[in-house]
């Protein structure tokens, strides 16, 4: 009698060991599934890196709106040397500024 429980109970244990490893297996090919469904997701950036990404083009916008201001203001000056250019007399003193470009400031 003593041999046949000892029997049944390595029976059982080795069901319950069985049926473990199997649980074990299907989880690790399900989690292999889903890491080869979150490797083929398109790549996002992080928070930080959004942000940072957003300061940077920021500040590229306003160098080149202030770039824009500063082409229009040489222009100008290569317009009022022309005129100088071309004779004494040919720039008025009295002559306004012009009209300075939006965003220009001093």
Not at 23 to 39: G, M, N, P, T, V
Request: overall charge neutral; glycine content about 8%; charged content about 25%.
């Amino acid at each position: 009698m003593e041999l046949n429980l000892n029997v049944a109970l390595a029976l059982i244990g080795g069901v319950l060991l069985g049926g473990l490893v199997a649980y074990i297996r299907y989880e690790l090919i399900s989690l292999r599934k889903q890491l080869a469904e979150l490797k083929a997701l398109p790549k996002r950036h992080t928070y930080a890196t959004s942000a940072g990404l957003e300061d940077a083009l920021a500040v590229l916008i306003d160098i080149q709106f202030r770039r824009d201001a500063e082409s229009a203001r040489l222009a100008q000056a290569l317009e009022i040397l022309r005129q100088v250019r071309g004779g004494p007399q040919n720039y008025s003193q009295d002559r306004p500024a012009g009209h300075r470009p939006e965003g220009w400031e001093q």
